[in-house]
């Protein structure tokens, strides 16, 4: 190693630098953790009508209730759709990236056992996961997607073709497509952001109110301007009677003066607001159909049951851990192995979307930001240890100069 070199190093702050040093170590060596939290609502659909009437009491296990929104006429906004048999609510992903290992993984809490029993049986699997590097805070479009392997396509991670890079509304399937013809079954037709929705609800409120306010103002005026087209009617009539009677002071048919009737208060027109945006909301997509597999990616799905299964005895096969409800949780892990830890550059900064069940029963979103190794923190890391190996054999030469 030139002595020039390790000079520069030495006064790029050694100390400083072996504490960075330290910290891309860690960052290195243990995974990185981001975790989504379920904030996105459904919007329940049946057949190919929004459905109102659906209504349940179950507690997921987020805490969530059933659709108790009703931001838009005629469609009820909720976390989950499940009844009594058919759990599908899903708490959290928890996002999981290993450089060293060349992994990313994503777990994901869920009651959904991935296989729903109605008919026709196991018609409803897990969805596939979608991906978007576009627009990583916008619930919108998805450049990429992780199929499951267990709907349309095999196992892996597809890129949208052609340009601009995002799957076209006939590469993939949503719920409304796959639900929308079997009346009988309740679904996701809609998905979007609780703060979304919020502030659709406040607008829509706001909005509302000033309909009505117009509306009174509107009636408000037309008395006034009914009064004062009356009052100027009169007054037209009592100046024609005093004319008359300039004219005619007695014995003359001058008719009769008219009273004035009292002028209401001239009304205020509300301010005005205007109709709320329309909602930020997306059809959910569940199932991919077309892409391309990127071959630098495998893909492999584990459901386990949180809490495991008794082995033995009169409860054998059923989870151990209930909620209160009755329902076992699932954690469905969904490993994503690179060839290259550089390959995981694909997911430093991404938004990602999860119908969990190709009914989209239960729609989650979130953001996810994980850091990439990059070459300047290397050179810093190199530098603290240069650093640290120069301090160590220069310290006997400081020792000799002192005797
Ligand atoms: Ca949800
Ligand atoms: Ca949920
Ligand atoms: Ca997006």
Not at 40 to 67: E, H, L, M, R
Not at 115 to 120: I, K, L, Q, T
Not at 236 to 251: G, L, T
Request: charged share 15%; net charge negative.
């Amino acid at each position: 190693m030139p002595k020039k070199a390790l000079n520069r190093c030495i006064r790029h702050l050694v100390l400083s630098s072996i504490l960075s040093g330290v910290t891309v170590t860690s960052a290195l060596a243990s995974p990185q953790i981001v975790t989504i939290t379920d904030t996105v609502d459904d919007a329940a659909t049946k057949g190919t009508s929004a459905y109102s009437g659906y209504k349940n009491t179950t507690v997921g296990p987020d805490g969530s209730q059933i659709f108790s929104d009703t931001a838009i006429a005629g469609q009820n906004w909720g976390d989950t759709l499940q009844g009594s048999g058919h759990p599908f609510d899903t708490s959290q992903i928890q996002i999981t990236r290993n450089n060293s290992a060349k992994t990313i993984t994503f777990d994901m809490t869920t009651e959904y056992s991935g296989s729903d029993s109605e008919a026709p049986a196991g018609l409803a699997k897990y969805a596939d996961l979608f991906i978007d590097t576009n627009t990583p805070n916008t619930p919108d479009s998805f450049n990429y997607a992780i199929a499951l392997g267990t709907q349309t396509e095999a196992a892996g991670v597809y890129a949208a073709a052609g340009t601009p890079t995002a799957f076209s509304a006939n590469q993939y399937d949503t719920s409304q497509q796959l639900w929308g013809p079997q009346t009988g079954f309740v679904y996701g037709g809609y998905a979007a952001r609780d703060s979304d929705l919020a502030a659709y609800q406040t607008a829509e409120t706001a909005y509302t109110n000033y309909q009505a306010a117009l509306a009174t103002y509107n009636t408000q005026l037309a008395a006034y301007n009914s009064v004062v087209a009356y009052n100027a009617a009169v007054t037209v009539n009592n100046n024609n009677y005093y004319a008359c009677k300039a004219i005619h002071p007695h014995n003359y048919n001058c008719g009769s003066l008219e009273t004035l009737k009292p002028l209401p208060t001239d009304p205020t027109a509300p301010t005005v607001v205007a109709a709320p945006a329309p909602l930020p909301e997306i059809i959910p997509p569940v199932r991919l159909t077309s892409g391309t597999m990127l071959t630098d990616f495998t893909v492999t799905e584990t459901s386990t049951v949180v809490g495991g299964v008794y082995t033995s005895g009169q409860y054998k096969g059923q989870c151990i851990v209930k909620d209160i409800d009755g329902n076992c949780t699932y954690d469905v892990k969904v490993t994503v192995t690179a060839a290259s830890a550089a390959d995981l550059n694909l997911f430093n900064s991404f938004d990602v979307f999860w119908g969990t069940a190709d009914c989209s029963n239960d729609a989650i979103w979130g953001t996810v930001a994980t850091r990439a190794v990059e070459p300047g923190t290397l050179f810093i890391l190199g530098c603290g240890l240069l650093g640290l190996l120069g301090l160590s054999r220069r310290r006997p030469q400081m020792l000799r100069a002192a005797n």
